[in-house]
C-alpha cells in the first residue's frame, strides 16, 4: 500500500522568504501527485497536479516538482505571504472503482509570520 | 460554478438523535465523497458513489448511512452516534474517475460535527 510522508509537520517562516515543502511517496510506480491546501477549518483547495508523465507544474508562486525515481515531490512556494499560512497536504491521485482516490499524507502545517 | 456546498456548517447532536448531513454540486460530476477529518489528521475517505450508486464503503459503522437521491446530491444520515465520531464531514465531488489536468477533485467546506 502506497504510503505518504510529509516533513516538516510544521514549519514557520518570515514574510518574504521562499521555501520548500517536501512530501515523500513508498512506491516508486506512484500514479499522480497532487497538492491541496487546507485553512483552518475548511475544505481542501487543490493547488497543482503533477501527473505521473509529467515532471513539474506551476501556478503563480507554486511550482511543484515529481521525481518518481527518488520517491519525491517538493512544493515550492516563492516569496511567501501571511495569506500562505494554511496546512499543505501532499496526495497520491488514482483511478479506481470509477472514482478519483486519494492517498493522503499528514500535511504540513505553514505559518508566515509578518 | 466550482462549488461544491454542505449544510449544515455545525451540528452538535446527542448520542440518540437522528441527524443528516448535506451536500449539493452543479457541475454535472458523477462521482461524490464523503471523507472524515480529525484534528490534525488528513482526511479518511468513508463512501464514494459512482453515478448514483454506491462503489466504495470503507468498512463504516452502519450508524452512518449514505444517500444519493439523484447525481446533484448526497446525504449523510448520522443515527446513534458516538462522541469519537466528532469530527470535519467533507463532501467532495469529481467528473468521474480519471486524474487528469484539468479534471480534479473538488472538496466542500465541511460540516462540523459534535457529538455529546
Known amino acids: 500500500k502506497q504510503e505518504v510522508t510529509q516533513i516538516p509537520a510544521a514549519l514557520s517562516v518570515p514574510e518574504g522568504e521562499n521555501l520548500v515543502l517536501n512530501c515523500s511517496f513508498t512506491d516508486s510506480a506512484i500514479y499522480n501527485l497532487q497538492w491541496f491546501r487546507q485553512d483552518p477549518g475548511k475544505g481542501l483547495t487543490s493547488l497543482l497536479l503533477?501527473?505521473?508523465?509529467?515532471r513539474e507544474q506551476t501556478s503563480g508562486r507554486l511550482n511543484a516538482s515529481l521525481d518518481k525515481s527518488s520517491g519525491r515531490s517538493t512544493l515550492y512556494i516563492a516569496a511567501s505571504q501571511p495569506g500562505d499560512s494554511a496546512t499543505y497536504l501532499c496526495a497520491n491521485a488514482y483511478s479506481g472503482a470509477g472514482s478519483y482516490q486519494l492517498t493522503f499524507g499528514k500535511g504540513t502545517k505553514l505559518s508566515v509570520i509578518p | 460554478d466550482t462549488e461544491v456546498t454542505q449544510t449544515p456548517k455545525h451540528l452538535v447532536m446527542g448520542m440518540t438523535n437522528k441527524k443528516s448531513l448535506k451536500c449539493e454540486q452543479h457541475?454535472?460530476?458523477?462521482?461524490m465523497y464523503w471523507y472524515k477529518q480529525k484534528a490534525k489528521k488528513p482526511p479518511e475517505l468513508m463512501f464514494v458513489?459512482?453515478?448514483?450508486?454506491?462503489?466504495i464503503n470503507e468498512s463504516v459503522p452502519s450508524r452512518f448511512s449514505p444517500e444519493c437521491p439523484n447525481s446533484s446530491l448526497l446525504n449523510l444520515h448520522l443515527h446513534a452516534l458516538q462522541p469519537e465520531d466528532s469530527a470535519l464531514y467533507l463532501c467532495?465531488?469529481?467528473?468521474?474517475?480519471?486524474?487528469?489536468?484539468?479534471?480534479?477533485?473538488?472538496f466542500g467546506e465541511g460540516s462540523w460535527l459534535t457529538v455529546v
Open positions: 458513489y459512482s453515478y448514483e450508486k454506491l462503489s
Open positions: 503533477i501527473q505521473s508523465s509529467q
Open positions: 457541475m454535472g460530476h458523477r462521482a
Open positions: 467532495a465531488s469529481s467528473r468521474g474517475g480519471l486524474v487528469l489536468s484539468g479534471n480534479t477533485i473538488y
